[in-house]
């Protein structure tokens, strides 16, 4: 089983509606992230969380809200979709140790289309 | 926050060893350098990562110079499969911050 896993894998939505894209993990980690990906270009933050009572934004908040709802479980929600929110969309989580830098494992993407 | 900078592209044949050269100019004391490796729609994946002198695993080998201004990833002898974008970023031992990607280098390797 995957250890990072990301539902829905694929959506296409509508200009407005509320879309809400979970990430769950196994990995026991503490830190999670969401970023999103345009074609063509690296990956971009969106928010990041440093436990359950630490959510932080990234470059990219705006239109943007997340959940934490455990150590497992990260969501991010798109309150009213618009199309330039069309994109891959990436969840990873990571374990920080002094010592060892942030290495982080990614899961399998959301490819998220609106019209 | 150590800026990166990478080639945006390169080509290479199968069978040869590849180097990625990034520069990270304003590195701090307690960064490390780590690479990622991308294919098409997949998440990242981590390479190696370094403090200084040399790092070697299954996948790659990282050099880092004394002066830690800059980083070399090297691939010997590439294959198809290692057609992917690759990302040099610089990660903070402090760890307040999360990590930043930029653009990354995208290798094509050709029969």
């Known amino acids: 089983d995957a250890d990072v896993t990301q539902t829905p894998r694929n959506r296409i939505t509508k200009t407005g509606k509320r879309i809400m894209l979970e990430c769950s993990q196994t990995?026991?980690?503490?830190?999670m992230y969401w970023y999103r990906q345009d074609p063509g270009l690296g990956l971009r933050l969106i928010y990041y969380s440093f436990d359950v009572k630490d959510i932080n934004k990234g470059e990219i908040s705006d239109g943007y809200s997340v959940s934490r709802q455990a150590q497992a479980k990260f969501s991010l929600s798109l309150e009213s979709a618009i199309p330039n929110q069309t994109a891959l969309y990436f969840c990873?989580?990571?374990?920080f140790g002094t010592g060892s830098g942030d290495t982080q494992y990614f899961g399998p993407g959301t490819r998220l289309t609106v019209l | 926050l150590a800026k990166t900078t990478q080639p945006i592209s390169m080509d290479s044949y199968e069978g040869q060893e590849v180097n990625i050269t990034c520069s990270h100019n304003?590195?701090?004391?307690?960064?490390?350098i780590t690479w990622y490796q991308q294919f098409p729609s997949q998440g990242p994946r981590f390479i190696i990562q370094g403090y200084k002198t040399k790092v070697t695993n299954e996948v790659a080998s990282l050099f880092i110079p004394a002066d830690r201004k800059s980083s070399t990833l090297s691939l010997p002898r590439v294959s198809l499969s290692d057609t992917a974008v690759y990302y040099c970023?610089?990660?903070?031992?402090?760890?307040?911050?999360?990590?930043?990607f930029g653009s990354g280098t995208r290798l094509q390797v050709q029969p």
């Open positions: 304003n590195i701090a004391t307690n960064d490390y």
């Open positions: 970023l610089v990660v903070m031992d402090t760890g307040r911050r999360a990590l930043t």
């Open positions: 990873a989580t990571s374990d």
């Open positions: 990995k026991g980690h503490d830190r």
